[in-house]
C-alpha cells in the first residue's frame, strides 16, 4: 500500500525556516515527481511546489517563489521542502503528493503537517 | 494562471437525489486535464477524478466526471451519508496547477 508520510511541521515565528519532510513507502519513489500542496484553516488547498523523478526539474507557486524549495533524496525515499522567511500567511497543514508526473493530478497523499506562523 | 470557480458552495441533498457540482475555469483546460478530488473532515484528499471523467482505482461508479474546455462537472447518483464532504477540482494542463475553492456536499 503506497504510503506518504510528513514530518517536520512545528510552530514558529515569522521570519524562520523550517524544512519538511515525507518519507514514501510501497513504491518506486524514483520514477515519479512529487509535490507540496496545501491547506489553510478552514481554507481551500493550494499547490505549492513540485520536482520531477529525478529532481532535475522544480516547480513553485508565485506565493512561496524565492523562498521556498523542493528537493528528493531518491536512496532515502524521502521529499523535502525547505521553508524561509515564512509568514503568518505560509501557516497551513502541508501535504505531499505523488504525481503521475510534473504537472499532473495527485492520486497519493500524505496525512499532512501543522506548520504554524505566529508571533 | 487559469482560476476555476465551482459551484454551488454548498449542496443538501436527500440519498435519492443526484448530486452535480459545477467547474468552471477561466481559460479553457487544456487536454481536459482536470481532476476531482473529496475531502472530509480531518483527512487528507482523496483523488476522485482525473482527465475529466477517468475514474481513480477504488472508485465506486456512482461518481462520475463529464465537461471539455471551461464548463466540468462531477456527479454523484445515488449519494450515500459517507459522501459528505468538501470536493475539489484541480487543474493540471497549465502551469501553475490550481484548485477550485471547494464545494461542501451535505447528505441528509
Known amino acids: 500500500q503506497v504510503q506518504l508520510v510528513e514530518s517536520g511541521g512545528d510552530a514558529v515565528q515569522p521570519g524562520r525556516s523550517l524544512r519538511l519532510s515525507c518519507a514514501a513507502s510501497a513504491f518506486s519513489f524514483s520514477t515519479f515527481a512529487m509535490h507540496w500542496v496545501r491547506q489553510a484553516p478552514g481554507k481551500g488547498l493550494e499547490w505549492v511546489a513540485g520536482v520531477s523523478y529525478n529532481g532535475g526539474n522544480t516547480y513553485f507557486a508565485d506565493s512561496v517563489k524565492g523562498r521556498f524549495f523542493i528537493s528528493r533524496d531518491n536512496s532515502k525515499n524521502t521529499l523535502y521542502l525547505h521553508m524561509n522567511s515564512l509568514t503568518v500567511e505560509d501557516t497551513a497543514v502541508y501535504y505531499c503528493?505523488?504525481?503521475?508526473?510534473?504537472?499532473?493530478?495527485?492520486?497519493?497523499w500524505g496525512q499532512g503537517t501543522l506548520v504554524t506562523v505566529s508571533s | 494562471e487559469i482560476v476555476l470557480t465551482q459551484s454551488p458552495g454548498t449542496l443538501s441533498l436527500s440519498p435519492v437525489e443526484r448530486a452535480t457540482v459545477s467547474c468552471r475555469a477561466s481559460?479553457?483546460?487544456?487536454?481536459?486535464?482536470l481532476a476531482w478530488y473529496q475531502q472530509k473532515a480531518g483527512q487528507a484528499p482523496r483523488l476522485l477524478i482525473y482527465?475529466?471523467?477517468t475514474r481513480a482505482t477504488g472508485i465506486p461508479d456512482r461518481f462520475s466526471g463529464s465537461g471539455s474546455g471551461t464548463d466540468f462537472s462531477l456527479t454523484i447518483s445515488r449519494p450515500q451519508p459517507e459522501d459528505s464532504a468538501v470536493y475539489y477540482c484541480q487543474q493540471y494542463g497549465s502551469s501553475p496547477i490550481t484548485f477550485g475553492q471547494g464545494t461542501r456536499l451535505e447528505i441528509k
Open positions: 481559460q479553457s483546460v487544456s487536454r481536459s486535464y
Open positions: 482527465g475529466a471523467s
Open positions: 503528493a505523488r504525481g503521475p508526473g510534473i504537472s499532473g493530478y495527485f492520486d497519493y
